[in-house]
């Protein structure tokens, strides 16, 4: 059933012009994923901006997806994308897999659970707020959609990409729509969903664990020993420029802190020295070392309340924390 929908997936996708040279659906490492037909040939993947749907114009009723009628879209395109919802992107199966990790998190040990919260790292009663298809609907945009002119795209056969830290993001054709290349060879199309997420934020906002090459502090107040005004991080991500801040009467606000980079090492001190050279009373090194202790004893905390829980989504959360102390071991 399964290969005879995907086939005439294809069949419509190119008829609205889309592109998918070379692509097949199957189980792979990381589970459903886009592999060659052939591998000796190269493979593209080409979705035209009529093909993307804009998440405001999507709903769920019943545990289907579809298009909202002030949608845009013309009667094929509405046509194919209730097809391709309903057989292959929010099949049965999907449901399933989203429910088990949304209703995972809400069982996960409440020591555990509030840890979290403090953190900043999960809020649970905002994220399962309202009835419970919206909770899943509100994770399928999360994890599935992608970002596109300042919004979230439902991207059809592209979104099936797999993620992987060392591959490239994938990159968009302007007003164009999203497209995709493979050299040739028998490996699965894979892309890296973010370049500013550490494996903490991929495992919340994805649903999976992963061994992402970057780590970013939790929010915490640092006291330092040459001003009596603190530095709050608030907990973001970044790795391009300067760190944002404002100084404000009582304390310095740091939009993020990265600590650790597998890639490069240095880049911690260097971009934290770089932001914090008009203040010159703030040491970055003391700053990073702080920041370094206070968020692996938090990691460490966690993973000695994940031992009361042998679940599931316990056993990928502690994957996911084990991945995020490998990540910030990696700074100079």
């Not at 709903?59 to 094929?76: F, G, L, Q, R, V």
Request: hydrophobic share 35%.
């Amino acid at each position: 059933m399964v290969v005879n929908s995907w086939q005439q997936i294809l069949i419509d996708f190119r008829d609205l012009g889309g592109i998918a040279e070379n692509v097949d659906l199957r189980e792979g490492q990381y589970g459903r994923g886009l592999f060659p037909l052939d591998p000796e040939l190269p493979s593209k993947i080409q979705v035209p901006e009529n093909l993307l749907i804009h998440s405001k114009y999507l709903y769920i009723d019943s545990k289907e997806i579809k298009i909202d009628s002030e949608s845009p879209c013309t009667p094929e395109t509405r046509k194919f994308i209730d097809n391709y919802l309903e057989s292959i992107a929010f099949e049965a199966s999907v449901w399933d897999v989203i429910n088990g990790f949304e209703d995972g998190l809400r069982k996960l040990p409440l020591e555990v659970i509030n840890i979290l919260e403090n953190l900043g790292a999960l809020d649970l009663k905002t994220r399962h707020k309202g009835n419970w298809e919206e909770v899943i609907f509100s994770n399928f945009i999360q994890s599935r959609f992608v970002d596109y002119k300042k919004g979230k795209y439902l991207a059809p056969i592209f979104e099936l990409i797999n993620h992987n830290h060392n591959f490239q993001t994938f990159s968009t054709n302007g007003s164009a729509g999203l497209s995709t290349e493979k050299k040739k060879g028998d490996h699965e199309f894979l892309h890296s969903y973010s370049k500013g997420n550490d494996p903490i934020r991929m495992f919340f906002g994805y649903g999976f664990s992963s061994k992402e090459p970057f780590a970013f502090s939790f929010p915490i107040v640092i006291n330092v020993s040459t001003t009596k005004k603190p530095v709050r991080i608030q907990g973001g991500s970044g790795i391009e420029g300067l760190i944002h801040l404002q100084n404000q009467d009582n304390e310095l606000l740091l939009d993020y802190l990265p600590i650790g980079n597998k890639f490069d090492p240095t880049f911690p001190i260097r971009q934290l020295t770089a932001t914090l050279k008009p203040f010159p009373e703030y040491k970055p090194r003391e700053i990073l070392n702080k920041a370094f202790t206070s968020n692996q004893e938090e990691i460490c905390n966690l993973l000695l309340k994940l031992d009361q829980s042998n679940s599931k989504i316990s056993s990928l959360l502690k994957e996911a924390l084990c991945y995020q102390l490998s990540a910030i071991a990696y700074y100079w």
